[in-house]
Structures are given as C-alpha cells and as structure tokens.
C-alpha cells in the first residue's frame, strides 16, 4: 500500500498530517509514504527529516495521488492552485482519511463520492476506549483549550494571579469556562496553573468532578432532562433548562474577569449561550474567547475568526487554534492517524482491512462504493444544508 501525505491547501493552515516519526513506523510495518514538497514545511518538519526515515519527496500533486492508494491530510480535500480539486485527482477506490468535518464540508463530500473514493473522518470517531489513541477531536481540542486561555490572559487589562508588592495587592482574576469537554477541562487546568480563580460548568454534571479534578469549582443547574449525547458529547437542552442556564449564565458572567466557551453539540455545533445583553452585563474590560467558533460561536456576537469589543467588554472568536501551536498539534495529529491505519493494517496481506463490521470504521465512514453513508451528513445533503466550515 502506498500512503501519500499532501500539503494543507486551506488558507492558514500550518499543520501537516503525519510527522517523520510517524512515516518512519508506517514504513517499518511494510507501507511506502511519499509525501508533497514542503507539505511539512509550517510545521516545521522539513524534507530532509522525511528523506531520512524513507520517505520519497514528490513535488507533482496529480502525480503523487495517481499513484497513492491511502491519501492523509489534516483538512478535507480542496481545490488546488492548478484548477482542480484534490478529490478529482484521487484514483477511484483509493482510500482518504481527514478531519472533514463532513457536515460542513458538504462540496468534497460530494466529490469524494463522486470519484468513488472511500473516505473516513476523525472527528466522526467514537469516543470509545479503544478509539482514544485515534481521537484527533481530543488531541487537538487540548490545544485549544490551552491557547484560549493565553489569548484571554493577553487581552485581560488585569494579572491573572494574586501579587502582592511593595504597591499593594492585585487580586487574581475570575475564569468561568462554559463546557468542560477536553478543550474545557484544559482551560480550566492552564486558568489555574497561571493563577486565576476559576468556576466552570456543564449541562452533563456528571463532569463535576473533572471540572474539580483539574482546580475548577463547578456551578451549574439541575436540569430535568437526560443532557448526554451519546459518544461522551452533549445533547440540547429542553426550552425550559435553557431559560434557566440562560439565567444563571448571565448571573455569574457578571461578576467574572474572562469567560471561554467551549461548548458543542455532538462535537460539532456550537449552540448560542451568550447574548449581548449577557456581554453589555459584564464589566468593562472584561473578555470573551469565544473557542466555539470553528462551529459557529457560542456568542451571539462574535465576529467568527476576529475580535470585537462591545460596551467595554472584547469579544474573542479564534479559529483553527491548532494552527498556531503547529509543531505539537501536527505531532499528536499523527499519533492519531498512525494509530488508525495500524489498527486496520494487515501485514501479511499488505492492506488495509476495511471491515464494515467494526465500530470504528462502521462510525467514521463518510463515503464508500460511490454512495454517501455517513447519516448525519447524508440528512445535511438531503436537506441542502451547506454551512460553511
């Protein structure tokens, strides 16, 4: 099997999806890695380090996937400088493996059946046991949890931790994270190792002692339906429990110096927690970091991938933090797709088993034999539903 490594074609994306030492395995069980000119360059994974575990450097994009039959990259398929879309140059029958996100990413869907390609998406894996070392929601989520809290603590007009000097006392700063899933649970911990006092809350309370595990103290309401989702995600609240965290969000915003949202439904989509009025009660010079935005924003007002500031208050909306911690994010991206090809990986054959009977494989699919079989995004297609990524 021959496995090709493409260099991100989104804009702003510095990551790439699989690391020198990672090829290096890969290549050990017996599958050839060619990997695009430079595709490791932002990463800071330079060429040479590929050459030298045996990876062949091929500068010709249509070259490199007309002769690959397992494609790997960090974002889905697009369209190239050279006019065509990535999907269209894939050999029918090949095999590619991205985070797609494929409800937002409606087009390479399409394509990628089309050119009866089979395709499997990370984020789409279950939060099983066994799935944990191939998770890259969880890998790259704990970035983004640790950046968010930096990018709050630059923008903050206050220290987050106490001082106190010959000019007085400065008391810490007061954290509130909204949704304590992995991006969650390490911006509470990195609010915590920088000294901040911090509260945090979840519509599952069975993450209350999580939330306690990593310094946070939990607050929250006693909501009167079942909030687990499935997979370790949450569900949508009722009508009425979300009057009532309405009022309890808007409640304690107020008396906080920063508050983060991480919250997504399904691991996808952000549902809106924050209104302006919320953010016209909070203090001036307080901040939002808004990590929801990759789904759309958990504040109402968030300028997705930008900042804003209103009545005092700056608003935060980030996206694709991965991208800005390159290095380690590409390392773990790789821990993850590695773990996933070896999992399926039959060494006496020289292929990759795809057993539609496993539970990994049967969740991540996305598109098989010309047909698109992921259900969600098969209702998005029917539906006509293209949010953009």
Not at 57 to 68: F, H, K, R, T
Not at 79 to 102: C, T, V, Y
Not at 241 to 258: E, G, N, P, S
Not at 332 to 340: C, E, I, P, Q, V
Request: some cysteine; overall charge neutral.
């Amino acid at each position: 099997m021959k496995i090709a490594v493409l260099k991100e074609s989104r804009e702003n994306e510095n990551r790439v999806a699989l690391d020198p030492e990672s090829c290096k395995k890969l290549i050990q069980a017996g599958i050839e890695v060619s990997i695009e000119t430079g595709a490791g360059a932002r990463a800071y994974f330079l060429d040479d380090a590929y050459r030298q575990v045996g990876v062949s450097i091929v500068p010709d994009i249509a070259e490199l996937l007309g002769d690959s039959d397992f494609i790997v990259k960090v974002n889905p398929p697009g369209q190239r400088s050279n006019g065509r879309h990535e999907a269209e140059m894939m050999k029918p029958g090949s095999i590619m493996l991205a985070s797609m996100f494929p409800t937002r990413n409606l087009d390479a869907v399409k394509k990628m059946a089309e050119g009866r390609i089979t395709s499997f998406s990370t984020d789409c894996i279950p939060r099983t046991t066994r799935a944990q070392a191939m998770d890259t929601l969880s890998s790259q989520g704990n970035i983004v949890g640790y950046k968010g809290v930096l990018l709050g603590a630059v923008e903050l007009p206050n220290y987050f931790p106490m001082f106190m000097t010959a000019a007085g006392t400065t008391l810490s700063a007061k954290v509130f994270v909204i949704g304590a899933g992995v991006a969650g649970l390490q911006a509470i911990a990195t609010a915590k190792r920088l000294g901040a006092s911090v509260t945090a809350t979840d519509v599952r309370p069975e993450v209350r002692e999580q939330i306690e595990s990593v310094g946070g103290k939990y607050i929250g309401i006693e909501l009167q339906q079942n909030t687990q989702g499935g997979g370790g995600y949450a569900a949508e609240l009722s009508v009425e429990d979300k009057a009532r965290q309405a009022k309890m969000l808007a409640d304690h915003c107020a008396q906080v110096d920063v508050v983060i949202t991480t919250a997504l439904i399904g691991g996808v989509m952000a549902p809106k927690l924050l209104d302006e009025s919320i953010v016209r009660s909070m203090k001036p010079g307080s901040v939002i970091v808004d990590l929801g935005a990759d789904g759309g924003g958990n504040c109402t007002s968030s300028k997705i991938g930008g900042t804003i500031e209103i009545g005092g208050v700056k608003i935060i909306a980030p996206t694709n933090l991965p991208s800005s911690l390159p290095h380690h994010a590409s390392m773990m991206f790789s821990r993850n797709l590695l773990n996933f090809v070896m999992a399926f990986w039959k060494k006496d054959e020289s292929r990759f088993d795809l057993d539609w009977n496993d539970d990994i494989l049967k969740a991540c699919a996305v598109t098989h034999d010309g047909a698109v079989i992921h259900g969600p995004t098969l209702k998005a297609l029917q539906a006509g539903n293209s949010p953009s990524a």
